[in-house]
């Protein structure tokens, strides 16, 4: 599986997925940190994928997402942003609604 294919299989199969820097409980910058407490305060869980442990895909989601910067966060199979959008719909409780949503259309058994 290339890694176009191996992306659009994480995007599909887990329909709350942040591709970032680090892990949740231990980000590895300060945007992921931020982007991923602000998922975590949603209540819902979420997959994610360590973008530093696997470099295939820090090069390149990127180009096939159209989106330079990591953290990005993925609804749905839709990009829905990086840090600043994620921090911006939290502060608006927009993301609280679009994670509880998504959660509640997949149950937590479907879930990576």
């Not at 329909?15 to 949603?42: H, T």
């Not at 840090?83 to 994670?99: A, V």
Request: hydrophobic content about 40%; glycine content about 6%.
């Amino acid at each position: 599986m290339d890694t176009i294919e191996k992306i659009k299989t994480q995007i599909s199969e887990n329909p709350i997925l942040l591709y970032m820097k680090g892990s949740p409980k231990f980000p590895s910058c300060g945007f992921s940190a931020q982007a991923s407490q602000a998922l975590m305060n949603c209540g819902e869980p979420f997959a994610y994928v360590d973008i530093l442990q696997n470099p295939d895909i820090r090069a390149e989601l990127p180009k096939y997402a159209n989106w330079p910067t990591f953290p990005q966060l993925w609804v749905e199979g839709e990009l829905v942003g990086g840090c600043d959008i994620i921090i911006e719909m939290f502060q608006q409780g927009e993301l609280q609604s679009l994670i509880k949503d998504t959660a509640a259309k997949h149950p937590k058994s479907e879930q990576a």
